[in-house]
């Protein structure tokens, strides 16, 4: 069974800074793709960035120049860092992993979720 783990939420002001992190345990064969993706209160869940295997990286356009993804294939981790953060930005944000088990095939796993708050 596959777990992701996310960490790094939490309350910031308008204009600063946060990085989020997600470490994938369990029975991974391979991780193809590892992204984040966020919720607001009466909103559908959108995607934020992903990243792929290769390190080709893609953003919400309403996100472009303030966040950036990185990934550590190595430690199946994947860190999100936030700057000049918006009252927009609020939500709770979650890891999902594109990835190949050991003993059920395909899978697209998704973290438990860690809230994000820009507020004065």
């Known amino acids: 069974q596959v777990r992701l783990v996310e960490s790094g939420g939490g309350l910031v002001q308008p204009g600063g800074s946060l990085r989020l992190s997600c470490v994938a345990s369990g029975s991974i064969f391979s991780i193809t793709a590892m992204g984040w993706y966020r919720q607001a209160p009466g909103k559908e869940r959108e995607l934020v960035a992903t990243i792929t295997l290769g390190g080709t990286t893609n953003y919400a356009d309403s996100v472009k120049g303030r966040f950036t993804i990185s990934r550590d294939s190595s430690k199946d981790t994947v860190d999100l860092q936030m700057n000049s953060l918006k009252a927009e930005d609020t939500a709770v944000y979650y890891c999902?992993?594109?990835?190949?088990?050991?003993?059920?095939?395909?899978?697209?796993?998704w973290g438990q979720g860690t809230q994000v708050t820009v507020s004065s």
């Open positions: 999902n992993a594109e990835l190949y088990t050991y003993n059920r095939g395909q899978e697209n796993s």
